[in-house]
């Protein structure tokens, strides 16, 4: 139904246009004066000014261009997100918003506009003063402006329409947003004026694999810092700076070269209104916001998630790459920036909104965010174990800023946020693989486990139990038993006999310390008549999943031992 209205729309102006009488003196040309990148995230991306030079008959004359017209910008496969200036529970018909279109780029009626036509011409209604633009069945509508009728003959006269905003969020990347104007007066290349190309512009990245600490091993007690989170942004305009109000009260001002900023043409304090006017009488503005004014410059959310106890997260205030910096705000995302002070800690889960202070504007600004991990080890299980997920989003988010409450909002995000493992700790753990342990047919197994954590070099000691995980053939056959706790320099002794009783295969024995290591001895009953038979071998030590795994949070074996970078890595890893 929103589609048929808008269509609907659509073709009443073009009727209106076709109705024009062929007397008509003023012929308009339309074109994007700038074509900019809109980040694919965004949902009020700031799109090119659509301009349109009208030329003047020969006799000077405005033939059925005097008095009121109406200029409606419609645009294709994506909404207008210009902010709307009304407060409520809901919408009017015809929403006030921040967009406006200026007469030879005058913003008030003193003063001479851009191609010199006379903004004091009070014969003409509304020639100096902005004329709003309201949304109306998703169209921008520009109505009651007046064309200059004290022109000369062969003499242009400007259009100008901005503080235009699109959600670039609703295409995908690579698509060109495009535009159409119709009005009551002719108009040249009306239809598909490209407002800008949305392209994907935010990359989040951590090295892999994560950083993987170990539970029993303290950090120094100012952490560990670690440099493998990396914000960056894929096109040179993404991360932007603080509105400049000195450029951006210049109608054309807001996109020239090296300026990049969250705001288009703000009106406040310009052309003869009062510096802190809200907008242009008589502009509707229920909000009392500042028409082309953004609420900050880009912020960037970084998420920190599953933080085991124990454990203490801390980043700086400030990061940044060369000339470009962002600063953490105590307000979160949608306050006003309010500096934070000190390093920032967070525990168990928590974020850090970081704002664009300065931005370089030519080159590709990447951020790389240094994180501190604090614990101190205490027995027999602080830190816990656990991995911690990291994501980033620009901010605010669709989620936090509503259409109806748009008191910030400007700009506002799509949260493209995806948790991914940064930092793992690790239990202090060793897997010992016994390969063959039998009490079948007349034999017996023994086997021992040392915790070999004391020793002359200095070595944390540790305690603790083994799960002893029993597969093959057997009563005791896909079960696991428990040690009791092994005590740092000493060694547990058992026979499968009275541990699996009947077993025959293999176990693997999970200990909660590190520095075990194990030994089997199979014997058919040395010392009886006609036996003898023994062998003796040591537990293999299997490489802890979570540990060098690529993939931590899935627990799994791994294949290859990544611990090791040189090609003798490959396989299990096996050791002793």
Known sequence: MADFRKMFFVLAAVVMIMAIPASAQISCTAFVANQPTLRQEGITEPAGDVILTCSVGSSGLLGSQTGPQTLSLYVGGTSITSRQLYSGTSAPASIPTEAALLVDDCVTNSGTGLYGGACTNTAAANVGTPTQGFLQNGALVFSGFAFPSNVVAGSQIQLRLTNIRVNANSVASGTFITGTVLGTFPIQNQSGLVLGVAQSSLSVSVTSPPTSFTQCNSTPTNGSTVTSLTVKELVQT???????????????????NNVNTESQTIFTGIGGLPPTSGVPTPWSDGINATPGQADSSTRIRINFSNIPAGVTLTLPVTIGSGTSTATATTS???????????????????????????????????????VSVLY???????????????????????????????????PRFADTSVLTPIFTIAACQTDLLFTFLTNQAGFDTGFEIANTSSDPFGTSAQNGTCSLNWYGSGPAAGTATTTPSIAAGTAYTNLVSTAAAGFQGYMIAVCNFQFGHGFAFISDGYGQPGRGLSQGYLASVIPTPGVQAAAPTAAVRNATDSSKTSSNGAGEGLNQ
């Open 332 to 370: 979160g995302d949608v306050g006003s920036f309010s500096m934070a002070t000190g390093p920032i800690s967070l525990t168990s889960s928590g974020s850090v909104t970081y704002q664009v202070t300065g931005q370089s504007g030519s080159a590709i600004d990447s951020y790389t965010v240094p």
């Open 376 to 410: 101190t080890y205490t027995p027999p299980s602080t830190p816990a174990v656990g991995t911690i997920l990291v994501s980033a989003t620009y901010a605010p988010t669709s989620a936090e800023v509503t259409v109806l409450n748009p008191s910030f909002g400007i």
């Open 238 to 256: 993404a991360f932007k700076s603080p509105a400049s109000t000195t450029t951006n009260t210049t109608p054309s001002g807001w996109y020239q």
